[in-house]
């Protein structure tokens, strides 16, 4: 079954005219220049997880970096104004006050685990800095779908 998969994989991904390909006048293509270097993963998932969305800011992921940023912000502001609020019910002796202190109390652990989900994310992506995006999904005959992934293959 696995041996199966594995040939209809590379079958699929072959191009269709690379069995048919003359060899004749194909030149090897010249060596890219220096190629950035890749990043260190631990640094990145440091820098997130003291400032969420710092790393993946660093990493050229800014869309990703705001959205752990804005949602810092919101977290941050709603934890103070459960805190303002508490403080007010405890003066006034409301009823109220331990279901708001266990408001509070969430949204501290929200922040956390935004800070934590923030350096795992730029973590993943530090790592995956230089992982070839030529992995693309195309519809196969009779309506299927298939995933095609091109792993370039050295010349001689």
């Given amino acids: 079954m696995i041996q199966r998969l594995l040939i209809a994989l590379v079958v699929i991904g072959l191009p269709t005219g ?37 790393g993946q800011a660093s990493l050229d992921r800014k869309l990703t970096g705001g959205m752990f940023i804005a949602f810092e912000g919101l977290a941050l502001a709603m934890a103070l104004k459960a805190g303002h609020e508490l403080e007010y019910l405890e003066r006034t002796n409301s009823e109220r006050v331990e279901g708001k202190r266990q408001e509070r109390q969430d949204w501290w652990v929200l922040v956390a685990v935004n800070h934590l989900f923030s350096g795992l994310e730029a973590y993943v992506a530090a790592n995956l800095y230089d992982f070839p995006a030529d992995l693309r999904m195309r519809a196969l005959p009779n309506g299927r779908t298939g995933v095609q992934l091109t792993i370039p293959m050295p010349r001689q």
Avoid: E, K, T
């Avoid at 090897?28 to 969305?53: H, K």
């Fill in 18 to 54: 690379a069995i048919a390909q003359d060899s004749v006048g194909v030149r090897p293509r010249p060596l890219p220049a220096a190629a950035p270097s890749r990043p260190a993963p631990l640094n990145y998932f440091f820098r997130s997880l003291l400032v969420p969305g710092w």
